[in-house]
């Protein structure tokens, strides 16, 4: 098992917060998406999750196959 932090940053690498903001996530590779944590929310293995102060953590779990996997958050573009 391993977590993954995430945070919310514009094109500059610059923190957004505090933001809230839906990400889409995209696991590929040898794992199995664990889902994150939603406050208020009852699902929380869905592959989207909303930010809180711009963070949020997730959870992905390997399986018995080696291999790399890529973890991709992304949230629609907005401006500032």
Sequence with gaps: MAFFDVEVVDRKWSA???TTRALDFKLEGP????????SAKQIHNNLWLDTECGVNR???RS???PGHLTLTARAPVWSR
């Design 63 to 65: 399986t018995l196959t």
């Design 31 to 38: 794992a199995i998406w664990r889902g994150g944590v939603n």
């Design 58 to 60: 997730v959870a992905i």
């Design 16 to 18: 957004l917060r505090p």
